[in-house]
């Protein structure tokens, strides 16, 4: 399974890793997707979500009672 993000589209990014010797071999920064129920057309479903995608609210929660947005 793919560890990219279905809501903005963002992937791992790649790198290396350098010790302190200067050795240097490939690593990975992976996303912290969490798998939510969300609304997706008016339907809930399971989806693979990263973190920042959920904190921004880009995701609807499934089952969640939105709150009103008060003017400021």
């Known amino acids: ?3 990219v993000c279905e809501v903005c589209g963002r ?3 790649f790198g290396n890793r350098i010790s302190h010797a200067h050795n240097v ?6 996303l912290n997707l969490q798998s939510v129920h ?4 008016g339907a ?11 904190r921004s609210g880009k995701v609807i929660k ?3 009672i939105q709150k009103p947005v ?3």
């Open 38 to 41: 969300a609304l997706v057309k």
């Open 11 to 13: 992937g791992p990014q």
């Open 62 to 64: 499934a089952g969640k």
């Open 44 to 54: 809930s479903k399971r989806i693979r979500v990263c973190t920042s995608c959920i």
């Open 25 to 30: 071999t490939k690593r990975r920064w992976n």
């Open 1 to 3: 399974m793919a560890k």
């Open 70 to 72: 008060a003017a400021a």
